[in-house]
């Protein structure tokens, strides 16, 4: 993509209003417009980014058995009164509620256990129905209170909600832990897997536990307490002695932290498919509720993420997983023909090698340049000026500053560093 073409422009400063660096970073370089607080639209660049981290998390559930489906926004207030989580002071808070022209009402979507429990008790019947497992990605409404975490936290954002459908508590278990090492792939590959704990929060009428993974961060909303060791964390409601014990944790040992929730996992049980009928006949004839389990991640609450604990004061600092170009090239020809033409052609065959270049075109100074592709945070600079030739093209690693020369022939491999 030619950057003169963009019709996003990078920006000095971001709005006042906004206050999260992750917000401020990304409306600066044009990955996203902000409507209101919490209401956040994605821009060409944003949307690349966005549909990776998408992209991720896909390949990772699909691995799990995820069979994925689209459920729509709109609710229906019987499903939801099933299970009295229509209107309970709980779901009050979060519900966005509309009236209908034709009377009655509707809600919008802000999880969706009911609607998906709902339509599989139209094809699950027998034990041979089981286990399946399901997941979208949709936008989810809810009326949060505060709305200060920039893209993390939105009053609409959108959600990869996955539900697991089995016969046992102990397939449950079983399949259980094998989402819990999906989710650790899913933010290992998106970059930051050193920074995310696995952490032990409350359970449910069903089990003694769920689990948060928490990415440690200042701007994180929630405080954990990480034994550094073990690997493992838990939130303040775990802090009591009893369950530190059963979990072989020592409060002495634990570190304090402030992290950003990224995802979490969930044992349901029987909680929704008793009310909503979801059951199935048994190897014995005896007709049994499913038990369930539920795993949420939101996507921009990841993508805010990445860019809070991985940026530096220059701008974002993307990881090659989830960039919106894998190179930025950069011309510096000044007006000069030979400088030019060498990088339009080399544009040419790096995206004829399939390689996803930005390539900065435009007619401005080095510095502006250099600023702007600090702050857009793509992975390798390339820049053609002058002084390159076949043989010596330098690249810029974002991430650390490290200058390479690599020869033309090696960055059509995709080699950036030598
Ligand atoms: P929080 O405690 O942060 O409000 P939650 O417990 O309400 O989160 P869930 O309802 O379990 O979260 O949602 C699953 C995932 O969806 C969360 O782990 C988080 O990644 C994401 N998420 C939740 N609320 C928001 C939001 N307002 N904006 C963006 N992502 C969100
Ligand atoms: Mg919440």
Redesign the pocket.
């Known amino acids: 993509m030619r950057q003169s073409q963009l019709f996003t422009k990078t920006r000095r400063e971001a709005p006042k209003d906004e206050v999260s660096q992750n917000a401020q970073l990304l409306i600066r370089g044009g990955y996203i417009h902000k409507e209101m607080a919490g209401v956040y639209d994605l821009l060409p660049l944003g949307l690349r980014v966005f549909e990776k981290i998408k992209q991720i998390i896909r390949e990772e559930m699909d691995a799990l058995g995820g069979q994925e489906v689209s459920f729509s926004v709109l609710q229906d207030p019987e499903v939801w009164k099933k299970t009295d989580r229509w209107d309970t002071e709980a779901v009050n808070e979060v519900w966005f509620r509309t009236e209908l022209n034709a009377g009655g009402q509707l809600g919008l979507q802000f ?1 969706a256990e009911e609607p998906i429990t709902h339509a599989l008790s139209n094809h699950i019947s027998s034990y041979r129905d089981l286990p399946k497992y399901v997941y979208h990605f949709q936008t989810k409404f ?1 009326n ?1 209170l505060r709305a200060k975490s920039g893209i ?3 009053r609409e ?1 959108v ?1 990869k909600d996955f539900y697991s459908f089995n016969r046992s508590e102990s397939e449950l278990e079983a399949f259980y832990e094998q989402a819990g090492i999906a989710y650790q792939n899913v933010f290992r590959r998106a970059g930051i897997g050193d920074m995310t704990y696995l952490t032990f929060a409350s359970g449910g009428v069903f089990s003694k536990f769920s689990h948060e993974f928490q990415c440690v961060s200042t701007a994180g ?1 929630d405080t954990i307490y990480i034994d550094t060791e073990k690997k493992i964390a838990v939130n303040y409601e775990v802090m009591g002695d009893d369950i530190l014990k059963d979990l072989g944790l020592s409060k002495d040992s634990l570190v304090e932290a402030k992290a950003i ?4 996992i969930f044992k349901l049980g029987t909680r929704f498919s008793e009310p909503l009928g979801l059951s199935f006949t048994d190897e014995d004839g005896k007709n049994r509720p499913v038990v369930m389990g539920s795993y ?3 996507v ?2 990841l993508m805010g993420t990445i860019v809070e604990v991985l940026c530096d004061e220059k701008g974002i600092v993307w990881p090659e997983s989830v960039a919106p170009f894998a190179v930025h090239l950069v011309e510096l020809s000044q007006g000069d023909e030979k400088v030019r033409s060498y990088a339009e052609k080399l544009y040419e065959d790096l995206r004829a090698r399939g390689i996803e270049v930005l390539f900065d075109d435009r007619d401005l100074r080095a510095g502006e340049k250099f600023a702007d592709s600090d702050l857009l945070g793509i992975p390798h600079r390339v820049i053609v000026g002058k002084k390159t030739t076949d043989l010596a093209v330098e690249v810029v690693r974002r991430k650390n500053g490290h200058a390479s020369t690599v020869s033309r022939d090696q960055l059509l491999d995709g080699v950036y560093h030598a």
């Open positions: 999880t809810r949060e993390m936290r939105g954002f959600m909303e929730e990224v995802g979490n949420g991640i939101g921009g609450r």
